[in-house]
């Protein structure tokens, strides 16, 4: 499959010139996207970018899949994320926000680093393949998801 080398990378040349107030919107469908490091899959989004007097406003909202184990079963299975995120690219450095960014000149923006921070925190703490996982058995490892074993009969009161 082919993995783009910059798939996040917007050129914001076009807003330089533009009226305050004027915006466009870029979509994202990617089968298969490597942040970095990581790998997500189903990765779609879309990013609005908004010419404002101190510099580009990019607001970004994306939906990724990334593969996690499931803390009861042990099974990998592709956990839904979800992000949104606004960040202002300034002009100059005096007027940058907390994030501190600074428009590049030739008027590219990347937001791979800013987008793999934003959906990995979104990764719970304890993933689950599905709500009612039922993990596995804590005599022999069986699956419980796949088929019952001898001492899966519950005692019930
Ligand atoms: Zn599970
Ligand atoms: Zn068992």
Do not use: K
């Amino acid at each position: 499959m082919n993995i783009p080398r910059h798939p996040l990378r917007i050129n914001v040349g076009f807003l330089l010139n533009a009226p305050i107030g004027y915006s466009r919107d870029i979509h994202f469908d990617y089968p298969q996207i490597r942040l970095e490091d990581e790998y997500f899959t189903r990765f779609t989004g879309m990013v609005r970018v908004n010419r404002t007097p101190q510099g580009i406003l990019v607001q970004s909202d994306f939906l990724a899949f990334h593969t996690v184990e499931c803390v009861r079963c042990l099974e990998e299975f592709a956990q839904e994320l979800h992000c949104e995120f606004s960040e202002l690219y300034a002009f100059n450095r005096r007027s940058t926000t907390e994030s501190n960014l600074v428009l590049r000149e030739d008027g590219n923006i990347d937001l791979e680093s800013l987008a793999r921070e934003y959906l990995l925190i979104e990764i719970p703490i304890s993933p689950l393949c599905r709500p009612d996982c039922l993990g596995l058995c804590p005599e022999c490892g069986q699956n419980l998801n796949l088929g019952i074993c001898e001492h899966s009969v519950r005692v019930t009161d």
